[in-house]
């Protein structure tokens, strides 16, 4: 069979059976197998972003690599931003990107570029297939790489001549990775460690922070006093009622720093130790206290959850968490006053179903919402990893392609949902199960707290022109329908609620643009 | 003053006025200083390529550079494939891309990537600052690099910390480079090969393609009987009535192999031996004859016009070419028919006003339209140059930038336009004079060639979801709504005239969307 062919059912032997494309010349051979291999689902992107965006969504649901196929380095780097963030939640994904023929690439035609180049800032693998008869040994090497623990984005460069030659047989699947556990040594000493007494705190991230984790957390909660802090760029929290709770970090340096204050010594679950976003003139970038002790329980590439049962089990605890006193059921807000944040947090905490996955790129109204939904039925939580906007509605519509199921809700800001709106096209197109919620503040709000952060003052008249985003008022309704998905506005607290209750009951995808003052928010 | 007040005037003092911009925390100072040095403008941009693609369109209208702004290596990686476009286009642009500060880098905060590797395969010239104290002197360096002939992205990474420390007075301009002239024996020798009576042509790429370039290469074609080509892919080509006309070479080989047959000789005028956009199973990637002899008269870094000159007067050639016969007018199509690519290529001939400048991202449709603005008024033509689509839309917003006296149209395919769209946007904001025309086939219909040709077969039921666009039809009417520009749809001949009429009337921006059939074009 030819190398497209031999490509597609490599990957479908090693369990990736979606491939996120928006493909040119150089891969019309995938596309073309696409028929000759039905098992591989294609899905179209209208812009690269938001295929590799996809993907990270996909792999933060399912732990299982998708491809993404694009078209040279020019057209890979549409989707570098998104696979930076990827690459950042650990999402194993299987970078396909097509090349000039080899004859042709030593010619300087205009779409030649070093595609490996585009291919390196993203990716943990690397490799430019060099003859057709490796295609199916390199696709199997590529999942291997792309699910090698924690999870890395594995590019695979394909020269077009190589998919259209001979290629022999599909490799076989590579053996699954497995995740190393602490040695019993280090679960004993960080045990004594927190048998101590010393003011101690877990930080968890990667897939500690799932119902696994978060159980064995608990327990070691109940037995030390530890308390538990949660990364904030982890790929995926499972939160909601009943779910034992974590400390988010905070964003900004200073409530960050203020929320550790006091703790001696952090247990890090696949973790680094905490750093704040940014760094600003004169504060420190690290986010524990000076002097204060870390200890890896597990890093990154290993096995989190099974790390803290072992410390749990070494302490003693109780078998399961003493189950937490349930907040009280979330209220709707009053329906005439005008659209807050808040109000919009409190809507969603009341109304989403049980299960849903909240994709997260709220920006500057997080602190304003993000709480509520502590009290919302159980749910997955996918926020920001990478820090490059334009992350969620793309990774809102990999997740919806993941667990057909459940119900995605998308809160975005709207300055960050200008980088990749094409994703409203794929999530029409596909018909996926998504509501969109646009906070619609038409500013970019969080650079009024940065401007003043970074020491750079008042944000004077044409300073202002960079901020505002009112001239003209993006329209998302029209822009919405543009892509192809029903869209509708609230400005009143009262009209949201009841437009979030109808698409929340009804199947999206769906968009509601929230008008927000744009007020400088509380830093 | 501090280091980003010390940039913005050091980039003044180089005659660069213009900062294209889509900033985040890390360059919150340099929008600050904008409000202390008012000559500079800042253009804000909702999506990086928009401005990437501007500062190109910028470049090729007035040969300087314009500076962008960026976010940190993904910020920057959003800009890539424009930046790709501007490369391959040779234009000069000062990209500075804002870092982390320095004493954060060391952490592994969510943005951290290596920037500097994020720049590298788009640009000729790459500096990390490394002190505050230096950039003025890096500011200069920046903009000497993006001019050394023929232009080349410059980029300049700035650590935030940078910008908010004193830096020092602005760096005095750097030295405007000058172009290379051929030396007298080379002259001499190609004037005496060409005198020679075998079938020879000029190639003409670069400023060559420019008035003067082209008057003097119809000098030597009327001395000699040398064909004169146009390299399809050159920043800019000026053509319409009265204008010496080159033969532009094909997009697909066999037509371009078949135009340069039985040429035994190719003066290269900053132009080199052209090849085929994509390589094709047992294709020939080079489009001279075999055997065919190169002469480089001017060096891609050389001044093609006055080489031009220099070869004109070496070969006596008369001092101006006799008038070309004017071609007939442009006719406007008739009215009831449905919409064709030829009728709009009609209509914008005739309706084309003196001076406008075309953005050309037409793709599929544009050997139908193209041949018929040969008879419109003079104007610049802006084609692709690198191949990444998602370039007209920018490309067309920077030239209006650039020259707000004149009208701007942008002849862009409905796929392509679908990677950039935001910057309709900006246009609307910055009240910029385009005409925007959506050829709406909906569909990525060079790929039905390109299946072809790439030996992949027939387009099958589950490739041919890879190409069409109909599910659901993107409505090119309400997506310019909602970024802020009036728009209307056009689906017969006579509607798309009294559309383009009024468009051209009236000061834009403004979008049609012009439906055209979707069946697979001639190769």
Known sequence: ??????????????????????????????????????????????????????????????????ATLFHLGPGLGNALANLHNARKARSPVVNIVGEHSTQHLDHDAPLTADT?????????????????????????????????????????????DFSWSEAGEP???????????????????????????????????????????????????????ARIFGDRYAARTTRGRGVPAVERIPYFPEPAQALLAGIERLILVEARPPVSFFGYPGLRSSIAPPGC????????????????????????????????????????????????AEAIGLAVAALLPDRAIVSDEMVSSNEQIYPHLAAAAPHDHLPVTGGSIGQGLPVALGAALACPERKVVALEADGSA?????????????????????????????????MQRTGAGAVGRRAEEMIDLTRPVPDWVRLAAGFGVEAVRAATAGEFVR???????EPGPRVIEAVLPAGVPRP
Chains 1, 2 share one sequence.
């Open 1 to 66: 069979m030819n190398g497209a062919e031999c490509l597609l059912r490599t990957l479908l032997a090693n369990q990736v059976d979606l491939c996120l494309m928006n493909p040119g010349t150089s891969e019309m051979q995938f596309v073309s197998a696409l028929d000759r291999v039905p098992a591989m689902r294609g899905v179209l992107g209208l812009f690269e972003g938001v295929c590799s965006g996809a993907a990270d969504g996909y792999a933060r649901m399912t732990g299982r690599p998708a």
């Open 116 to 160: 490996a180049a585009f291919a390196r800032p993203v990716s943990g693998w690397v490799r430019t297939l060099q003859r057709a008869a490796c295609m199916g040994e390199a696709a199997s090497a590529a999942v291997a790489a792309a699910l090698a623990p924690p999870g890395q984005v594995a590019s695979l460069i394909i020269p077009a």
């Open 171 to 225: 490799a076989a699947a590579a053996p699954r990775p497995t995740r190393a556990l602490p040695s019993a040594d280090r679960v004993r000493s960080i045990a004594a460690a927190l048998r101590s007494g010393a003011p101690a705190g877990l930080l968890l991230s990667g897939s500690a922070l799932q119902p696994r984790g978060l159980r064995a957390a608990a327990r070691i909660r109940s037995a030390t006093g």
């Open 293 to 340: 002790a870390f200890d890896a329980l597990a890093a990154e590439h290993e096995d989190g959850p099974a790390a803290l049962e072992l410390l749990a089990q070494e302490l003693g605890a109780p078998a399961s968490d003493p189950a937490a006193p349930l907040p009280p059921p979330p209220e709707l807000p009053a329906g005439d006053t005008p659209l807050t």
């Open 418 to 450: 200008m980088y990749t709106p094409q994703a409203l096209w794929t999530m029409a197109r596909e018909r996926l199960d998504v509501v969109v919620v646009i906070l619609a503040n038409r500013r970019y709000r969080i650079l009024d707290i940065e």
């Open 499 to 505: 437009v979030l209750a109808a698409a929340m009951r």
